[in-house]
């Protein structure tokens, strides 16, 4: 059966864990030599596409980078017809959509994996990333610690908050009304055994936090809304008197790009807690296990 990725929970806890491990291998095997991978991009991209086509060659593979207008999903063709044509040439497609429908369809007729490279539903890739900089700094472990998410309840809050749940990971949310993560995802979290809460301020959700997130205020689409979220967010920004209540050491994350003076101060984002970089860099090694994994690296998937 093709397994395919379209959130982070359609990983088991030891899949999630076997990911990881296969993620710290620098020196991978080439296993997709001689075959493609498909990245799609109806949503532009800095992170996702050089993490992508990196991790593709260095497993021996070639990327093909598609932007949307190219093949015109809804348009030109349907979802299910550029999956199929694009199965008879790749092991693999990743697609950056608008529409989370968009990459479900997809997967429904594909024979090959179909992998989400950021949905308006969620961000598995960049979860991935946001585990693995968490364990690098945790010696490795990651089960009972907790973290904080301060900001909108989005697609990247709800893939952490899922794989924290699948790794034994805490978490304390923080959102304005009106834009906190929706209850079907924290029962979903709930349901993988995961410790979910939602606190009613910033100050509360960091408090003792191993490490606090953030993203931006204003996502790709959401420019109308700009002037009414800057002011509904505004006490959201995570600032050195808000990091100061975290646990000693805490850790700050955040998945870029990053509105400095908005979501985060310069002092914090450029400070010793600040963990940023590393994390992006993660998406590289991240997106290589998920691909060892699915294609039979060692103690991958056969």
Not at 88 to 111: F, I, N, P, T, W
Not at 208 to 236: C, I, K, N
Request: with cysteine.
């Amino acid at each position: 059966m093709t397994r395919h990725l379209l959130d982070i929970d359609d990983l088991g806890p030891s899949e999630l864990a076997t990911v990881l491990d296969l993620a710290a291998d620098d020196h991978p095997p080439h296993v997709l030599a001689g075959r493609g991978v498909a990245l799609l991009f109806q949503k532009p991209s800095a992170r996702t596409r050089n993490s992508s086509e990196l991790a593709v060659f260095q497993l021996g593979g070639h990327p093909v980078t598609i932007r949307g207008d190219e093949v015109g999903i809804g348009a030109r063709e349907t979802a299910e017809d550029v999956a199929r044509t694009l199965a008879q040439y790749h092991c693999a497609v990743g697609a950056r959509v608008l529409d989370h429908k968009v990459l479900e369809r997809m997967a429904a007729v594909s024979a090959v994996p179909v992998i989400n490279l950021l949905s308006d539903r969620s961000h598995p890739m960049q979860a991935l990333a946001d585990v693995l900089t968490l364990r690098d700094h945790w010696g490795g472990k990651l089960e009972g610690h907790r973290v904080a998410w301060v900001g909108d309840g989005n697609n990247v809050a709800r893939s952490l908050v899922l794989a924290c749940a699948l790794a034994g990971v805490e978490v304390a949310l923080a959102s304005p009304p009106g834009h906190r993560l929706d209850a079907e995802a924290l029962n979903a979290a709930v349901a993988l055994g995961g410790t979910v809460a939602q606190a009613g301020s910033p100050q509360e959700a960091v408090e003792g936090a191993d490490a606090v997130f953030t993203d931006v205020w204003v996502s790709m689409g959401q420019e109308a809304e700009a002037a009414a979220r800057l002011g509904t967010f505004r006490p959201y920004q995570v600032g050195a008197p808000l990091m100061a209540l975290a646990a000693p050491g805490a850790l700050f994350l955040h998945c870029l790009p990053a509105r400095r003076g908005e979501e985060v101060t310069d002092e914090v984002i450029d400070g010793p807690a600040s963990v940023v970089w590393e994390q992006a860099g993660n998406r590289l090694r991240s997106m290589r296990g998920l691909l060892l994994w699915m294609f039979g690296g060692p103690a991958g998937r056969s």
